[in-house]
């Protein structure tokens, strides 16, 4: 499983770190690390990725007799960390897999936490006003929370991976039903702003990974939007 607590800080740090100042990250920068964690990208290729784009700035900075311009996103760094990726796979070739797997109590959840986490989420969503025909579809959610946090109790040896990836289709149904409702004009302008932020770095990305940050950045903004929560184990470490 991917380091859940610290995937997001760790990779907003090291940005943060190599870029010299507090840089706040966008949506659009949370989109892409989104879109970074669902490709299951390991943290070390992202932050290798983060560290040879700017060793590559700084020897640009050093040679260059102006100043370049700082960089102002996460997505400047994209196409590194696509190439940390591809380096990683290379090595990884003909490599062992022992020691791969993980075991609950060394992943630092306990289920207690989990259950509380589901039922804390499942209460956000209850009290969450969405419009139809998305409210049944948040109110039929929160059930299920609710009663996979039961069954966790009474069950405490299910596995991390089988729960989360329940909630990643839970919270894709909300995201469904969320477009549906959605007013047109809400969706336009959603879209006109992931396009205007994206602008800068489009030479910098694949275009299958363009369209999976405007998706990541519609859902993000529509969720906030409604104040309902994301439902990953992900985020346990973000509430």
């Known amino acids: 499983m991917l380091n859940y607590f610290n995937y997001f800080t760790e990779i907003e740090e090291r940005f943060q770190q190599r870029r010299g100042s507090l840089l706040m990250l966008s949506t659009l920068d949370w989109a892409l690390i989104e879109t970074w964690r669902e490709a299951g990208i390991p943290l070390e290729a992202v932050l290798r990725g983060i560290d040879n784009a700017f060793d590559r700035y700084d020897e640009r900075a050093r040679r260059s007799a102006g100043r370049l311009r700082k960089v102002n996103g996460l997505a400047w ?8 990726v591809e380096q ?18 060394d992943s ?12 804390q989420n499942a209460g956000a969503l209850e009290a969450a006003k969405v419009n139809a025909p998305a409210d049944v579809v948040v109110g039929e959610t929160a059930a299920r929370l609710r009663s996979l946090a039961a069954g966790l109790r009474v069950d405490p040896s299910m596995r991390l991976e089988a729960l989360d990836q329940t909630l990643t289709v839970l919270e894709e149904k909300i995201f469904a039903a969320l477009l ?3 007013d047109e004009s809400e969706l336009t302008a959603l879209r006109e702003q992931a396009t205007r932020e994206l602008a800068p770095y489009r030479g910098k990305m694949q275009a299958v990974q363009i369209k999976q940050v405007q998706q990541q950045f519609l859902q993000k903004k529509l969720l906030e939007a409604r104040k309902l929560p994301r439902l990953s184990l992900f985020y346990m470490s973000l509430g």
């Open 77 to 84: 760094c994209a196409q590194s960390v696509m190439e940390a």
């Open 108 to 119: 630092g959840f306990e289920n207690e936490r989990i259950a509380n986490y589901l039922e």
């Open 180 to 182: 549906t409702a959605a």
């Open 88 to 105: 990683a796979m290379e090595a990884a070739i003909g490599a062992s897999p022992d020691g791969a797997k993980e075991t609950t109590a």
